[in-house]
T-cell receptor, first 110, second 111 residues
Framework: DTAVSQTPKYLVTQMGNDKSIKCEQN?????MYWYKQDSKKFLKIMFSYNNKELIINETVPNRFSPKSPDKAHLNLHINSLELGDSAVYFCASTVGGELFFGEGSRLTVL | AQSVTQPDIHITVSEGASLELRCNYSYGATPYLFWYVQSPGQGLQLLLKYFSGDTLVQGIKGFEAEFKRSQSSFNLRKPSVHWSDAAEYFCAGRPSQNFVFGPGTRLSVLP
């Protein structure tokens, strides 16, 4: 059983399109995160939710909108995609200790 | 600012040699510290973690790390590297609700 699962694993799309990435965890964790990993492998926090409430909202363009319908799910919707949005997006969850990561969703904007 | 640094961008070692990857943190609270490994095209896997107690921490795959408060360091070590250890290694800290990651160290292993 996959603990933190993300779909899709790969997205290739044109500039200006809208796309969504879904994340689900079956670990019973309360807190979920979205991280962006750029081409230099640097990991940057984007958002965090605790029990469906937004607790971390870093300086991210408002084209990015997270949604947490319940504590096991955290989705990321991106409007009007730009070239600079190309990256690997990681979902992660925790219950207070370490982070558990999904396998990542590689977004390529053409 | 709360940060985690990894001074070495890329390290190359021969298979069977010992390894030490450096990590320093700069935040004042009791540090929760972690080492993760990322193989190409994969997510991040936890190698080990330090919350409190014994400053020498054992992890998976034969890795260990030592917390040194006086040096604000949490260096990762392995006595004998295997070719399969080639990957990107990330040190991370948790000063608050957020996890802060270092820039990563890429490990290459020569046969």
């Amino acid at each position: 059983d996959t603990a933190v699962s993300q779909t899709p694993k790969y997205l290739v799309t044109q500039m200006g399109n809208d796309k969504s990435i879904k994340c689900e965890q079956n670990l019973g964790h309360d807190t979920m995160y979205w991280y962006k990993q750029d081409s230099k492998k640097f990991l940057k926090i984007m958002f965090s939710y605790n029990n469906k409430e937004l607790i971390i909202n870093e300086t991210v363009p408002n084209r990015f909108s997270p949604k947490s319908p319940d504590k096991a799910h955290l989705n990321l919707h991106i409007n009007s995609l730009e070239l600079g949005d190309s990256a690997v997006y990681f979902c992660a969850s925790t219950v207070g200790g370490e982070l558990f990561f999904g396998e990542g969703s590689r977004l390529t904007v053409l | 600012a709360q940060s985690v640094t990894q001074p070495d961008i890329h390290i190359t070692v021969s298979e069977g040699a010992s390894l030490e990857l450096r990590c320093n943190y700069s935040y004042g609270a009791t540090p929760y510290l972690f080492w993760y490994v990322q193989s190409p095209g994969q997510g991040l896997q936890l190698l080990l973690k330090y919350f409190s107690g014994d400053t020498l921490v054992q992890g998976i795959k034969g890795f260990e790390a030592e917390f040194k408060r006086s040096q604000s360091s949490f260096n990762l070590r392995k006595p004998s590297v295997h070719w399969s250890d080639a990957a990107e290694y990330f040190c991370a800290g948790r000063p608050s609700q957020n996890f802060v990651f270092g820039p990563g160290t890429r490990l290459s292993v020569l046969p």
